[in-house]
């Protein structure tokens, strides 16, 4: 069973039945779901939790679907990693990264396509489609084979090889929307008023965005129910930064970890920074821009969930660190010489981020901190340039390997 | 000038169902005045007190977000498409 109450409007607090909808009628502004948390705090205990599957659905009760109808291609509960080798590089004891790149579609956003692909058969959608940035849409391909949905997927045509294979592999409908990620997202809110689909991330956003609240809900598990003192996340519209403390916010209400408040930073690249630019002006309103970053994932210009995420800034009293173009490369080098984890230009700008923060002061030796990693490095290899410094031809001989041996720099 | 606003489902109740309106002005500022006329209480949906639109409201006009030319000042030619579409996140 579900505990889901109703869904109720962020800006003006108007109420709606449960329903695929996601704008207020009387003054736009984003719907979310409310919970019964007396009801959830008297069912759930630590326990509870820990009897549950090794998965994102352990922590069902939170979440707005009956978990008997999951749909579950084993997303979620991925590592929480010790990095001993990179913590020594910048100084730091307790560094952790979330590896959320091995999730089945190798992306943070199998967590929420889990959820809305349930909510959308609960519905009774025939068609999934999506508007995305590459991770997103293979996400919403894959949940849509095994849920037998047709799917159609919206993307920048501009997008990585390897993110249009991988959602194209799965039999999706792939539609290369000639204009950036913001013109595609415009094109297929007016769309969702005309076709009937369950849009991921347009009508069933309350549903969808719930999905990355188990984010925050096992980086508190795994550190032995308790939260971190910095986490650092990548921001695009916003909506994963905020998500992820509102895990850690319901997992405090309900006395599953103390009243202890990480300090949420979120990082941005250079080329794309609307939101870390209004906080760093002292602004809640996003001026949008037009994305010029190779962190593509994150190459969202008008971020629907910005003032949001400003405000978590705020109250967590975080940072909002701009990683400068050049030095994502070199930081996703870093993490996968340091730690053995290849990730996407998104995970080098959540790096780049770390390393600013450190350098700045803002993170003691001492303090817990989460790095998020939210996509694999194999979705943007484009972006790696030419891998010249380590590389060498050889005959398959053993004179010829002492020649080129002794040639190796590294 | 006449231009073409399409509306977005969440306004259709104040619009009696309609899914675009045909209306008259200069800019967008005179666009939501002509279309409050049309459907008296819409101006009060999407923009603030001030006359500023809301955070939620993205106004276009052919496709383009009207915060890249002159906001709600942006003029207006006859036959432009203007869009009212609720920011929505992504991914």
Request: glycine share 8%; proline share 5%.
């Amino acid at each position: 069973m579900s505990y889901v109450t109703n869904l109720i409007c962020r800006e003006c607090g108007a109420e709606y039945k449960t329903q695929p909808l996601n704008v207020c009628e009387f003054c736009f502004g984003p719907l979310e779901i409310q919970y019964d948390f007396t009801k959830i705090k008297k069912d759930v205990s630590k326990k509870t939790i820990s009897n549950g599957p090794n998965s994102m659905w352990r922590y069902s009760q939170f979440l707005p679907v009956d978990i008997e109808n999951a749909i579950d291609i084993g997303t979620g509960f991925t590592p929480l990693i010790h990095a001993k080798n990179l913590g020594k590089q910048l100084g730091l004891d307790s560094l952790y990264i979330k590896n959320d790149s091995v999730n089945p579609t190798f992306s943070f956003k199998d967590r929420p396509v889990a959820i809305t692909t349930t909510k959308a058969l609960e519905f009774g959608f025939e068609v999934l489609a999506c508007v995305s940035t590459g991770n997103l849409m293979g996400s919403v391909a894959a949940h849509g084979s095994k849920a037998n949905l047709e799917t159609y997927v919206f993307y920048p045509q501009d997008l990585e090889l390897s993110k249009i294979y991988g959602a194209a592999v799965y039999g999706s409908k792939m539609i290369a929307i000639e204009g950036n990620y913001d013109d595609a997202n415009r094109f297929c809110s007016e769309l969702s008023d005309i076709y009937p689909w369950a849009f991921v991330n347009i009508n069933m956003r309350p549903f969808y965005a719930e999905g990355s609240k188990t984010l925050g809900y096992e980086i508190a598990e795994q550190l032995g129910w308790k939260a971190p003192n910095h986490c650092v996340v990548p921001g695009a519209s916003g909506e994963l930064h905020t998500k992820v403390w509102k895990g850690i916010q319901e997992f405090i209400d309900c006395e599953l970890i103390e009243n202890v408040i990480p300090k949420m930073h979120l990082a941005q690249p250079e080329g794309c920074a609307p939101i870390s630019s209004a906080f760093n002006s002292n602004s809640r309103q996003i001026n949008p821009v037009k994305p010029s970053t190779i962190a593509k994932s994150l190459a969202i210009g008008n971020p629907a969930s910005g003032p949001y995420s400003v405000d978590v800034l705020n109250q967590t009293h975080g940072s909002a660190e701009i990683a400068s173009e050049n030095s994502i490369i070199d930081s996703i080098k870093l993490l996968a010489e340091t730690e053995g984890i290849f990730t996407e230009t998104a995970g080098g700008v959540v790096i780049s981020s770390l390393k600013e923060l450190v350098k700045k002061g803002k993170i003691k030796k001492d303090e817990t901190v989460v790095a998020f990693i939210t996509g694999n490095g194999l979705k943007t290899l484009e972006s790696m340039g030419e891998i010249k410094e380590n590389t060498v031809s050889c005959m398959p001989n053993i004179s010829s390997f002492d020649l080129v041996k002794s040639n190796f720099k590294i | 000038m006449s231009a073409t606003v399409r509306i977005p489902t969440p306004l259709r109740k104040v619009t009696n169902g309609a899914d675009r309106a045909t209306v008259e002005g200069n800019s967008i500022s005179e666009i939501i005045e002509s279309l409050d006329n049309q459907f008296p209480g819409i101006k009060k949906r999407i923009c603030e007190d001030s006359g500023e639109l809301r955070s939620f409201v993205n106004v276009y006009v052919n496709g383009d977000d009207i915060r890249f030319s002159d906001g709600i000042h942006t003029s207006i030619s006859s036959g432009d498409e203007i869009s009212l579409v609720p920011a929505v996140a992504g991914g």
